[in-house]
């Protein structure tokens, strides 16, 4: 069996890595984070900036980046008893509730409310499975409001301090532009718009869809299987002239590139087998569309639309590591990311980047 046939259980995707290389903050410049470079073809590992990315791009290329931007979803109140309580807004409801994983889990049971200053309360109306709770305002309030006066960026947990006033312009993309994750969309915080224009200067073209990151991205892998595991559903849009583009360029065989996990979960759930766009000609494309995706990509996966990835550097055990690890290989990703640790890469969110073609 080779490997791009073979299963790995979930304890194949551990690395040993120091406490110390997980980024507390960002870099003053989002682009000068480094850049580690893996060649799929034949394994070879390059070293290098960020500011050296655009020169990977070739005529014709797609970027294809994730324009979510991360909501104030982070709520600190009090419970009736007068004690702390927090809820982590997820998404809102079409009969006007929200959907919430709330702490102290074990003591907001439906009926119970946490109210935030002397303005908002909110009750639990319903436990739901996987750590959700759906919760609903009371009073005609405005929640978005609610959540610029009360809320906070809800940084990773491996981030072990509080949010900081940087962090609600620093912990987004420049292409943030439509509200509705509770997680970055981490690959794209290395852009700049001089970054943009390098890419469009030799012929790449970016293009922007949405997927709103939900806490799953952070939610531990508990089976070795990974089969097992069941991913919370994420939604996403690709709009039509995104999909024209990318359409454009897999018929003329020019490369898609994701900017991070969250597009390449995106495209490849919108993938359709008979590009739209070719007539009788077989090619691989997307559909434009809107929906919700609980993809789940692991090795072995063929892909069907991303032909590079940029990606930061995952936690181990994580869905992240194993999707980046079905595209680069097994075996070769994990090698990269020995070396990363050994080169002492700064990791995670607001750590460095890597680049898989």
Known sequence: MGESDRRYPVSAFDYPLPEDLIAQHPLPDRSASRLLVLHKSDGRIEHRSFRDFPSLIEPGDVVVVNASRVIPARLKGTRENGREAEILLVHPEPDGSWLAMVHPGGKLK??????????AV???????????????????????????????????PYIRRPPE????????????????????????????????????????????????????????V??????????????????EAAA??????????????????????????????DNPAV?????????????????FIYPPYEFKVVDALLTNFHLPRSTLLMLVAAFGGYERT????????????????????????
């Open 244 to 273: 024209e583009e990318i359409n454009r360029a897999k018929i003329e065989g020019s490369r898609i590139w994701a900017i991070g996990t969250t597009a390449v979960r995106t495209l490849e759930t919108a993938a359709v087998e």
């Open 110 to 119: 439906p009926g119970r409310k946490v109210r935030f200053g002397r303005d």
């Open 122 to 156: 909110a009750e639990v109306v319903e436990v739901l499975g996987g750590g959700m709770r759906r919760i609903k305002f009371c009073g005609a309030i405005d929640v978005r409001a609610l959540m610029e006066r009360y809320g906070s960026v809800p940084l990773p």
């Open 165 to 220: 006033e940087a962090d609600r312009e620093r912990y987004q993309t420049i292409f943030a532009r439509v509200e509705g994750s509770v997680a970055a969309p981490t690959a794209g915080l290395h852009f700049t718009p001089e970054t943009v224009s390098a890419i469009e200067d030799r012929g790449g073209k970016i293009v922007e869809i949405v997927l709103h990151i939900g806490p799953g991205t952070f939610k531990p």
């Open 279 to 295: 007539g009788d000609r077989r090619a691989a494309g997307v559909r434009s569309g809107s929906g919700w995706t609980d993809l």
């Open 222 to 239: 508990e089976v070795d299987d990974p089969s097992r595991h069941v991913m919370h559903a994420e939604w996403y849009e690709i709009p």
């Open 334 to 357: 994990m090698a990269a990311y020995r070396e990363a640790v050994a080169l002492r890469y700064r990791m995670y969110s607001y750590g460095d980047a890597m680049a898989i073609l």
